[in-house]
C-alpha cells in the first residue's frame, strides 16, 4: 500500500527558514515524480510543482520557482519542501503527492495523497 | 501555461437529483498520439485531502460510486453525478496533466438544497 506521512503542523515567524518533509512508503520511491500542493485557507489547490527522486530532476510552478525548494533523499524516501526565508502569505496547507506515471517518465494524475502539513506564519 | 476553469463556483442540488460540473482548459489536453484526453477529476471533504475519482478524463478510479460519470474531450469536461447523496457533499478539481505547470481548476463547491 503506497502512503504518504507528512510531518507535523509548523508556527513560524516571518523571515524564518522551514523544512518540511513527506515520508513514502509501499512504492519504490526512485520510479515516481512525488510533488507538492498548496492550498491557502479557504482556497483551492494550487500544483507547486515536483522532483523525481530517481535523478532529482525538479519542476516549479511560475508562481513557486525561487520560492520554495524541493528536495529528496532516496536512502530514507523523504521527500522535502524548504524555503529560506518564510512570508505571511506561505500561511497553507501542503499536501505531498504521488503523481502516477503516463508515457513511461511523464507525471500524470495523482494517485496518493500525503495527509497536510499546516503551516502558519505569523509575527 | 494552460489555465483550467470550472463552472459553475457553486452548486446546490437536491438529494437524488444530477449535479453537473464542467470544466474547460485554454487549449486542447487531448493527445493524439494516444487518443487520450489528460485530465483528472478530484473530490475534497472537508479536512481531508483530495481524492481521486476520475483519470484519462473518464476512467472511473477503484472503489468510486458509478453515479459519478466523467465525459468530454479536448477542452471541455464534465463531471456529473446522477444522483447526489449526502455523501457526496464536497469541493471538486479538474486538473490537466498534459503540460507543466500541471494546474488545477478553481474547484466547485457542491451542497445540498
Known amino acids: 500500500e503506497v502512503q504518504l506521512v507528512q510531518s507535523g503542523a509548523e508556527v513560524k515567524k516571518p523571515g524564518e527558514s522551514l523544512k518540511i518533509s513527506c515520508k513514502a512508503s509501499?512504492?519504490?520511491?526512485?520510479?515516481?515524480?512525488i510533488g507538492w500542493v498548496r492550498q491557502m485557507p479557504g482556497k483551492g489547490l494550487e500544483w507547486m510543482g515536483l522532483?523525481?527522486?530517481?535523478?532529482?530532476?525538479?519542476r516549479y510552478g511560475p508562481s513557486f520557482q525561487g520560492q520554495v525548494t524541493f528536495s529528496a533523499d532516496k536512502t530514507i524516501t523523504t521527500a522535502y519542501l524548504q524555503w529560506s526565508r518564510l512570508k505571511a502569505s506561505d500561511t497553507a496547507m501542503y499536501y505531498c503527492?504521488?503523481?502516477?506515471?503516463?508515457?513511461?517518465?511523464?507525471?500524470?494524475?495523482?494517485?496518493?495523497w500525503g495527509q497536510g502539513t499546516l503551516v502558519t506564519i505569523s509575527s | 501555461d494552460i489555465v483550467m476553469t470550472q463552472s459553475p463556483d457553486s452548486l446546490a442540488v437536491s438529494l437524488g437529483e444530477r449535479a453537473t460540473i464542467n470544466c474547460r482548459s485554454s487549449?486542447?489536453?487531448?493527445?493524439?498520439?494516444?487518443?487520450?484526453?489528460?485530465l483528472a477529476w478530484y473530490q475534497q471533504k472537508p479536512g481531508q485531502p483530495p481524492k481521486l475519482l476520475f483519470y484519462?478524463?473518464?476512467t472511473r478510479e477503484s472503489g468510486v460510486p458509478d453515479r459519478f460519470s466523467g465525459s468530454g474531450s479536448g477542452t471541455d469536461f464534465t463531471l456529473t453525478i446522477s444522483s447526489l447523496q449526502a455523501e457526496d457533499v464536497a469541493v471538486y478539481y479538474c486538473?490537466?496533466?498534459?503540460?507543466?505547470?500541471?494546474?488545477f481548476g478553481q474547484g466547485t463547491k457542491v451542497e445540498i438544497k
Open positions: 503527492a504521488r503523481f502516477s506515471l503516463v508515457e513511461g517518465h511523464s507525471a500524470g494524475w495523482v494517485d496518493s
Open positions: 509501499g512504492y519504490t520511491f526512485t520510479n515516481y515524480w
Open positions: 484519462w478524463a473518464s
Open positions: 522532483i523525481y527522486p530517481g535523478d532529482s530532476d525538479t
Open positions: 486538473h490537466q496533466y498534459y503540460s507543466t505547470p500541471r494546474a
Open positions: 487549449q486542447s489536453i487531448f493527445y493524439s498520439s494516444n487518443n487520450k484526453n489528460y
